[in-house]
Structures are given as C-alpha cells and as structure tokens.
C-alpha cells in the first residue's frame, strides 16, 4: 500500500510545478528524512528539493526568538523572580526549582493555547481564596496566607518573566508559538511566493492553529490529514482533534478534508501477546524480529518501545541475524552507568554535610564510589588496596574513614593519590570549584587506558552537562552550595539524552510511539500495551486544577490520552502484520491491566467495524521445568578426601559437627572449602560480636577466682567492676565511641544488664547455701579419637566456657546469649543425636563432657559430671543440663557411638554431601 508521504509527495507534485518554491512542513525532523527519499524518488530531472522543516522550526523561524532549553529557562525565571518578589521572603534555588517547574508548564500551556494569562491566572487565584473562605474570625493562618499569596503572585511572576524574556528575544516554547502567530503575516511578506504543505498533523495548539489557518486563508498553503473512517465508525477518541478542525475551521467551508480514507480495516492481522512482566516481552519480541527477517525481511519493521526504559534489553534481545538497527529514539542519561558514579559523589558529600563531619565520609558512601565500576577498574592491579580497604572496614570497624585513611589507603600509587584528591579532599569551596571538581574527574577518566567508545561518549555528555551548569552559574551565580548543584545536575539528567546514530533509512527502526508519527511500516511491533504506558495515565502535574483547565477548555490528560490514541491506531493504517505485547500480570496496585487500546480493538471486531482484520489472541508463558527440584550433593573426589584428613589432623569442634548435621553441603562450604560467610561492617552490633563482649567479660571477671569458692562479698565485689569490664570487652571487640548512642547504646545496657542477671543468680545460688568453685574458664581441650573402620585418628577440640563444681558434683557451662529452652537438651532416642538440628545443642554439650573427662585425672573422671547451658536470655531455668541428669559412663558411651556413626558418614567416600531442604548459610 502506498505510504502517507508517498500520497501526500504525488499529490503536491502533481499541483505544483516549482518544488523550489514549496516548504514541506512536518510533525518532526525524524519524518523528514523519509520524506526526502519519497521526494527524491519522485522528482525527474535535475531540480532543487524542496524544503523540508518541522513545524517547531518553523515556528521560531517566524518568531525570530531562540527557544531556551528547561535548565536555561529556570535559571532566568529565578532571576525574575527574586526581582519581583520581597527581600526576605524569596525560595533558596533548590526549593524554587522543585515547584517553578511545574508553572513554567503551565505558562508554557497558557500561552501556546493564545489564553488570556492575566484573566485565567486572576480567576486561578480567586477560586483558591474562595477554596480558604471561612465564616470564622481569626481563622487565617500564616500557612494559608502564604499559600495564597502564592496563587496571588503567578500573574505578576508571568508577567515580569515575559517581558525579560521578550527583551532578550528569547523563550519559553509557549511565549515562542504566541509571538509567531502574532508575526505570522510580517513573515509572509518577507517570503512572497513560498508555498507551504502541512503534512500528518493531529494535535495542534491554538498558536499552531492560527498560523496554518492563516496560511490557508492567504492561500498559502495546504494540509493533509491522515485520518481514518474507522475513529467515526467506532466513536474512537482519535477522531477528537480531527472532529474539531472540521466543524471549526472556515477553511473546510469551501474545501474538501485531504485525506480521510479507510485504512485500517483492510486485510491485515493484529496479534495479541499476553506475557507476563518485562523481560518476557522484549524475549518474545526479539523471537518475532528474528522470524519476520526469515520470512519477510525487515526492512519496513518498526518496533515500537512503550516503556523506553527498556531499550537496553531489547538491543540485548536482538537477533545476531539482523544486519542493521537505527534506534530513533534518546536513552535518559539517568539511566547510563556512569551516571551512578556521580550519584555516589554527591551523595558521599551530602552526607558528610548532613552527619556533620568535616574530614571523614561515612563507610557506605565510600564503598558505593570504590566499588563502582568505573572506578574498579583504576584501583584493581593495586594488589594491596583491596586488602586495605578491607581492613579498615572489619578490622578497624571504621563506621566513618577519614580523609587521612583514604589517602593512607592510595600507598604512595600516584594514580590512585591524584584519584583520592580528586574525590575526596577540598569540597568545602565555592559552587565553581565544585563544578571543576566534576570536570577534573571526567578529565582524569578520559585519561585512563580502559576506554572505549561508549565510555568516552558517556564521558563526553557529562562532560557537557558541567559545562553547561559553569556557564549558567558564572552568568547568574544562583549555584552557591553542594544541594544546589545536585538538584540542578539532577533536572538536567532528566532531560539529557544520549542519541544513537546509525542509518535512518536502513533496517530494523527502534522508537518510542512520537517519533513514529506520520511513518508508515509493514510489520509492527508494539510493546508494553498496557495502561500507564499506552496511553501514559491521567495524572494533573500543574498548578491549575482540572475542573479550571475543563471550564476554560485547556489542554488535560484527556487531550493527551486522545493524542496517544491517535498515534497508536495511525500504526494500524498501511501496516500488514501488527504484533501487541502486554503484560499480563496484575498486581495489586493495578498495575498489568492490558491498554484500554486492545478492548477498542477487541470491541471493533465483535461489532462488526473491523470485518477484514483478523485478530489473533495468545498467552505465551516462560517454559517451567517439569522436574522436581533436585538437592545439591558433591561427590567426594581424591582432593575432597585429601582435605578431610587435613582436617581430622587439625580437628573437628563441635560446631563444625553441628553444620554437618544441619547440612552436609554448609559443612562442606565452610569446613571443607574454607568459604567464610559474607562480611559487613557493623554498624550496630552483630549477636555474634555481642555473644563475645558477653563470653570475655565472664572470663575476665571471673579469671582471678580460678581454684577459688564464691561467695557474697565476691559477687558484690564482681558487680562494681562488671560496668567497666563490659566497656573494655567493647572497646577490644567492636568500638566504645559507637556504643554512647543507638541501638549499639541499648545493646551496651543489654549487655550490662545480661551480666548482671547471671551474678544476681550466682548470689541466689549462694544463698540458698550452694558451694561453688571456679575450677576453668574458656578451656580449650582436645582428643585424639579413634574410630572404629578408620585407619587413622580425628581429632576432636572445644573451647568449654566454664567449668566449676557445685556441692561436689563437676559441672561443664556453656554460655548462649540466644534462648535456649530445656526441651533442646532432651533426647530419647540415640539415633536422632547427629541426624536432627534440634538436638546440635545436646550434641555440643555431650562433645565437651567427653572432652573433659579424656582430658582430666582418673579420679576427676570418677567424680559426677553435669553438662548443660545457661541462656541469659532464659536464666529462670538457671543452668540445664543434658537430660536434667548426670553424665554417666553409659551415656558417654552412647554419644561416643553416634559420634563414630556420624565421623563414618564423613569420611566414607561413597556418601556425598547431600544438601539437606532447607539450608541454612546463603553464600
């Protein structure tokens, strides 16, 4: 089917016969490329082309004003604001730019639509003093007031701000668009025998309006609409804008409407995609480019992003079979890589200022800007750094690393010195050296042998961006602070694109649904059909509240919805094959509801308005692996076996027993690997870095009483010295400067208060007439244990916490700071003592009595033993012991045969390490 510019090229060409003459005027520049070549093709003979521009070059051709860019704009407006407003009583730039943003907007509406911005704005203002009318005395308040005010001062803000701008011919897109259509017939006369073709428009502002009626008027132009009978058949809202013109414009009293044709239902197929999230739809998408380049080649295909965001998946999801893309369409600097780089900057400065401190960063920043990408790959031929800055974290606990530190941490690498300098130091100076700080830091990276081409893109684009932000601040000075610059550097990013290149006539096209309008494509794929993409959502971002904006008939997201609908349905006109992608997961929220589009589309079939457009439903969903999930198991290899017996030599303790019982592939990780858990900084205290502060101020307190019988003056004498032995142990474990405030304060006075609980029982004890001596504390014992079908010993080791004797019976303690109940001390049958993690705390009791008894004197070995576990979370049970009973000789031997059972299993390499369900350490 011919292609709406092909028409609209044949037509003209048939009518004019001077193309010198002609101005081909279009909704974008994208358009104009395609319309060359349908020019270029259609011309016969030597001849110049005729013009080509988009309508918003025109535009400010016509006004002669240069159209300022958002941030451009903001900073002129804020120097009219604080011209207009009272000394005192002026925004700071960061709050001003949060809500000026937002009125330029509503300026920029105003005066492309030709209002009256003096009335609107006085009846804006009047409705928000209404709003606040109350019948009540003294019921104003400073906040009402200011708010007020505010709506009060939009008019004056507007007008001081038009007539700065007008003075230095330049402006707003609004204030550009009203002055051409004021200056309209003066451009004309400049340009007497120029013929102008308005071609693919929809949506036009008044402004707009005004300037093509006229043109029409003069006879000076034409205008061809791609509108489709479909829109009035199906009362669709595309047809809105088209409607409109019709009944309102005089031009259309004497001339027909160029061109409403019937387009869309002709033979075509749509296909509907149901897939769920993302990803699944550009997968699936990247499967249909491949299938139509093997059956219909792509060239004349367009894929259509919805979501722009996922631009860089679908350049991943590419076929390698297609030869050539051209992406039409920018990717939000935001979104690239480096743009989290300066994000860690600013935030670890911000930071430094919000904590107020003035030479030290705090850790999480530092890591966030060392572990960049962009900066790993300086720093990762320094063999040592890595290390260092580990230390520092884990060893040192450093919760905030000085300047000092991180340049200790470069050691003496000039590269990494300079970096530091760079980064780190002297960021406590003017706007201006803030800004060079950042354009230091592109220099130096530029520099850097890991370049490439898209690196050094990114780079150039940022580079541009604190070049822009030096000339503005040097023109008006209003960047004074770090904040500042951040929420400018920010407004900026939001607007900044990075663009493609590549060729625009060739291959597969990739855009977003504007730069699609007035090109036509065979094949079409559409993603993210689905409400808050296609169209975007209603939201009102503006000063201006609807019911205000419906009365004085303004532009709402109505307008915009119909706009999308508009663009959407026009790819449906000469295209063959349609595919639509939408996610079909609904959350609660509501988002996943399928586009109001695909129930237009399903509603026209079923009554009957699109007979020749077939439409095809499908639910593609991932493929799911039909097998059960299948447990890890190693198999124990030569090297496996080799490690095992290093560790027999070393020795088991009964932790390491207990991660085999609870899971034979932690145990292989940890005991067998080596591979420790992942480590972070602690910033409030860990349970284990608490249970040793606990662990070391009991043996310290009571070190001096070894061989020795307690008694009511000792613990007394305990209790004053327990304060200051908790602060020691902290200071050795963790830090004393991070336990004065916060959770690490009320883990302190837990700690105080755990300490003090267990000497308050040792006095109860006391006084119920309990003698009690300390006979060890923190004894590591070992054995050489030989078990019975292994041909060599494993050793066995612990660290027992306290051993004393209470009433003449021997007593093992092993201290837990976590809750620990009687019942986890129990066990009836033998078996389950090494196969269930609810009995490794029986299991570790039992290790050190067998310990203790192999390793003390016969007549030790003759006296009763007890070994148990006090909780200090559950001290009311006071010390439990293994099955509330003494540790016989026969229970011994009952935990030496499950020992031997379990040390069996470990060592018989036909057994793997099977994971067990539920694993309990994450690597």
């Given at each position: 089917m011919q292609s709406f510019l092909s028409k609209v090229v044949y037509e003209v060409l048939q009518s004019e016969t001077r193309p010198e003459e002609i101005t081909f005027v279009l909704p974008n520049k994208r358009s104009g490329l395609f319309l060359k070549n349908h020019l270029k093709t259609a011309l016969k003979g030597n001849t110049f082309l005729p013009r080509i521009i988009s309508i918003e070059d025109l535009v400010k051709e016509i006004s002669g004003f240069e159209l300022l860019d958002n941030v451009s704009l903001l900073f002129e407006f804020y120097a009219v604001y604080k011209t207009c407003s009272p000394k005192g009583k002026t925004d700071r730039f960061e709050d001003f730019s949060k809500w000026a943003s937002i009125l330029l907007q509503d300026f920029n509406d105003i005066d492309s639509n030709l209002f009256d911005a003096d009335d609107l704005l006085d009846y804006l203002h009047d409705s928000k003093r209404i709003e606040q009318w109350n019948l009540k005395e003294n019921s104003r308040t400073e906040l009402i007031d200011n708010y007020l005010s505010f709506f009060e001062n939009i008019k004056t803000y507007h007008q001081f701000l038009w007539k700065h701008l007008c003075s230095k011919k330049m402006g707003y897109q609004g204030l550009v668009y009203r002055i051409a259509s004021e200056r309209i017939q003066e451009y004309l006369s400049a340009k007497p025998r120029e013929k102008f073709i308005f071609a693919g428009f929809n949506a036009l502002n008044k402004s707009e309006e005004k300037i093509i009626q006229k043109l029409l008027f003069l006879k000076r132009a034409d205008i061809y609409w791609d509108d489709d009978v479909f829109y009035n058949n199906s009362n669709n809202q595309s047809q809105q804008f088209f409607k409109k013109y019709k009944r309102e414009w005089p031009h259309y009293i004497n001339h027909d409407f160029k061109w409403q044709a019937s387009c869309i239902n002709r033979k075509k197929t749509i296909y509907l995609y149901g897939l769920p999230k993302n990803i699944s739809q550009i997968k699936h998408a990247g499967t249909l480019i491949k299938e139509l380049h093997l059956n219909h080649g792509i060239e004349d295909t367009a894929v259509i992003l919805g979501n722009e965001k996922l631009l860089p998946s679908l350049l991943n999801s590419i076929p390698e079979e297609i030869p050539k893309a051209n992406i039409t369409m920018g990717y939000e600097l935001q979104n690239v890589a480096l743009s989290s780089l300066f994000e860690s900057i600013f935030k670890l400065h911000l930071n430094r200022s919000r904590w107020k401190k003035e030479n030290a960063f705090y850790h999480k920043d530092v890591s966030a800007v060392i572990n960049d990408p962009f900066f790993q790959v300086l720093w990762i031929n320094h063999n040592e750094f890595a290390k260092n800055f580990k230390n520092l974290l884990f060893q040192d606990r450093a919760i905030f690393i000085t300047e000092q530190e991180l340049l200790d941490l470069a050691n003496g690498s000039r590269e990494l010195t300079e970096l530091f300098h760079i980064v780190f130091l002297d960021w406590d100076s003017s706007a201006e050296a803030l800004i060079d700080k950042f354009g230091a830091l592109i220099e130096f990276l530029r520099a850097t042998e890991t370049q490439n081409n898209l690196y050094q893109e990114y780079l150039y684009r940022f580079h541009n961006i604190f070049l822009q932000l030096s000339n503005l601040n040097r023109d008006f000075g209003f960047i004074d602070n770090l904040n500042t610059l951040y929420q400018i550097f920010h407004q900026i990013l939001k607007t900044e694109k990075l663009s493609f290149q590549g060729e625009p006539l060739e291959g597969l096209q990739i855009m977003g649904l504007l730069e699609s309008r007035v090109l036509d494509f065979k094949h079409v794929i559409i993603t993210s059909v689905n409400e808050g993409f296609l169209p975007a959502g209603g939201s009102n971002n503006s000063f201006i509240p609807l019911d205000i904006k419906t009365e004085k008939k303004m532009p709402t997201f109505f307008d915009?919805?119909?706009?999308?609908?508009?663009?959407?349905?026009?790819?449906?006109?000469?295209?063959?094959?349609?595919?639509?992608?939408?996610?079909?997961?609904?959350?609660?929220?509501?988002?996943?509801?399928?586009?109001?589009?695909?129930?237009?589309?399903?509603?026209?079939?079923?009554?009957?308005?699109?007979?020749?457009?077939?439409?095809?439903?499908?639910?593609?969903?991932?493929?799911?692996?039909?097998?059960?999930?299948?447990?890890?198991?190693?198999?124990?290899?030569?090297?496996?076996?080799?490690?095992?017996?290093?560790?027999?030599?070393?020795?088991?303790?009964?932790?390491?027993?207990?991660?085999?019982?609870?899971?034979?592939?932690?145990?292989?990780?940890?005991?067998?690997?080596?591979?420790?858990?992942?480590?972070?900084?602690?910033?409030?205290?860990?349970?284990?870095?608490?249970?040793?502060?606990?662990?070391?101020?009991?043996?310290?307190?009571?070190?001096?009483?070894?061989?020795?019988?307690?008694?009511?003056?000792?613990?007394?004498?305990?209790?004053?010295?327990?304060?200051?032995?908790?602060?020691?142990?902290?200071?050795?474990?963790?830090?004393?400067?991070?336990?004065?405030?916060?959770?690490?304060?009320?883990?302190?006075?837990?700690?105080?208060?755990?300490?003090?609980?267990?000497?308050?029982?040792?006095?109860?004890?006391?006084?119920?007439?309990?003698?009690?001596?300390?006979?060890?504390?923190?004894?590591?014992?070992?054995?050489?244990?030989?078990?019975?079908?292994?041909?060599?010993?494993?050793?066995?080791?612990?660290?027992i916490d306290r051993i004393d004797e209470v009433d003449g019976v021997m007593r093992i303690l092993d201290y837990k700071t976590g809750k620990v109940g009687p019942s986890q001390l129990k066990i009836t049958d033998w078996n389950l003592l090494t196969t269930e993690e609810k009995y490794t705390k029986s299991f570790q009791v039992l290790t050190y009595a067998y310990l203790y008894q192999i390793n003390h004197p016969k007549e030790d070995r003759e006296r009763s033993l007890e070994s148990g576990i006090v909780s200090f979370k559950n001290l009311k049970y006071g010390f439990m012991k293994f099955n509330n009973d003494l540790v016989t000789d026969e229970t011994l031997k009952s935990y030496i045969n499950e020992l031997d059972h379990l040390l069996l299993e470990i060592f018989d390499e036909t057994i793997p390490f099977r994971e067990k369900e539920l694993p309990v350490f994450s690597f």
């Open positions: 915009r919805d119909a706009i999308f609908s508009y663009h959407f349905f026009r790819l449906f006109h000469r295209a063959e094959h349609i595919h639509l992608l939408y996610n079909n997961i609904t959350d609660d929220f509501g988002s996943g509801e399928p586009s109001r589009f695909i129930r237009q589309l399903e509603a026209a079939k079923e009554l009957g308005q699109l007979e020749h457009v077939d439409i095809i439903k499908k639910i593609i969903s991932p493929r799911l692996n039909p097998l059960p999930l299948v447990l890890n198991s190693i198999e124990k290899t030569e090297d496996v076996l080799l490690r095992l017996l290093n560790l027999a030599s070393k020795g088991f303790s009964p932790s390491s027993l207990g991660n085999y019982i609870r899971n034979p592939l932690d145990f292989y990780k940890r005991s067998v690997l080596g591979i420790e858990e992942f480590e972070e900084v602690e910033e409030t205290i860990a349970s284990k870095t608490f249970g040793t502060v606990i662990h070391d101020s009991l043996e310290q307190l009571y070190l001096p009483l070894k061989g020795k019988f307690l008694n009511k003056s000792i613990i007394t004498d305990l209790k004053s010295k327990m304060t200051d032995e908790v602060i020691r142990q902290f200071r050795k474990s963790y830090s004393v400067k991070s336990i004065r405030t916060g959770k690490n304060y009320l883990s302190f006075e837990i700690a105080k208060q755990f300490i003090l609980n267990y000497l308050n029982h040792e006095l109860s004890e006391l006084e119920r007439g309990k003698k009690i001596k300390i006979l060890g504390l923190e004894e590591s014992l070992t054995v050489s244990h030989q078990v019975k079908g292994l041909d060599f010993p494993v050793r066995i080791k612990g660290k």
